[in-house]
């Protein structure tokens, strides 16, 4: 679809991997993470040529892995995943949509992905996310307790995303979480872009502040569900492991 373009963020060190290589480099079951995603973007059809933003001294490597499957945008210091995403700006000039993804999520179907473009193309103004509801926060399940609360209106609009550790004890119990991965109208997303803020902890610019701008706008928030198994982020050398045994499982 020329209309949209996908952005996968793939610039982050990852120093917990303690691998070689930029974590979406990393091999899961005999190929690096982020060419596991770039199969499934493929075969939904919405982007010939995805943009990957890397590192200025990840280039080289993410070339030799990746050749000219994808287009590549540089960010050029470590300022979040706002500060990513608008790195893609020249290079998805034009485009009605921009989904932003991550090279460390491998799992995300090309069936979910071509659910995020049609919700996008039916509302052109709206924002589209992902939420995933888990069943609790035990055993495998224990990785989504940092993960972002999903706060809804007694009409189940979507009013808020509160970061786990803001959250009070009642909003700690909230099983609909967020896997931050969005379809935004691409002229309001790197527009908006404009007015995110660093203000917290870490110094750095994050998507999800555009869901709040949206929401401040009063503009409209559509959700679509997704296996929480799909959206898993690759982190340690544990989670590596734990991708490992469901790839292995038979779809």
């Known amino acids: 679809m020329a209309d949209t373009k996908v952005v996968i963020l793939a610039a982050g060190a990852g120093k917990r991997m303690g691998a070689a290589v930029p974590k979406p480099l990393v091999e899961v079951m005999g190929k690096p993470m982020i060419a596991h995603l770039l199969d499934r973007v493929e075969k939904a059809g919405i982007d010939g040529k995805p943009i990957v933003i890397v590192s200025p001294d990840g280039k080289a490597l993410f070339e030799a892995a990746l050749g000219d499957r994808v287009e590549f945008a540089i960010q050029e210091m470590p300022k979040g995943t706002g500060d990513a995403l608008r790195a893609a700006e020249a290079a998805c000039a034009g485009a009605k949509h921009v989904i932003a993804l991550y090279g460390d999520h491998p799992f995300i179907s090309a069936g979910v992905l071509q659910t995020l473009i049609q919700l996008s193309s039916e509302n052109e103004d709206a924002v589209v996310m992902l939420t995933a509801t888990i069943p ?3 055993n495998e399940y224990s990785m989504f307790l940092k993960w972002g609360r999903i706060l809804r209106s007694p009409e189940n609009a979507v009013v808020g995303i509160c970061e786990a550790k803001d959250c009070s004890a009642d909003e700690l119990a909230i099983t609909e979480v967020n896997p931050g991965i969005y379809a935004f109208p691409a002229a309001w997303a790197f527009d908006r872009l404009k007015q995110v803020k660093n203000e917290n902890a870490s110094g750095e610019y994050y998507i999800v502040d555009l869901i709040e701008i949206a929401m401040k706008e009063g503009k409209k928030i559509v959700t ?3 296996d929480p198994l799909e959206v898993l982020g690759i982190n340690t050398p544990e989670e ?9 499982k038979p779809v």
Not at 240 to 248: N, R, S, V, Y
């Open 136 to 138: 609790n926060y035990e």
């Open 224 to 226: 679509a569900p997704v």
């Open 240 to 248: 590596l492991k734990k991708a490992e045994e469901l790839f292995a």
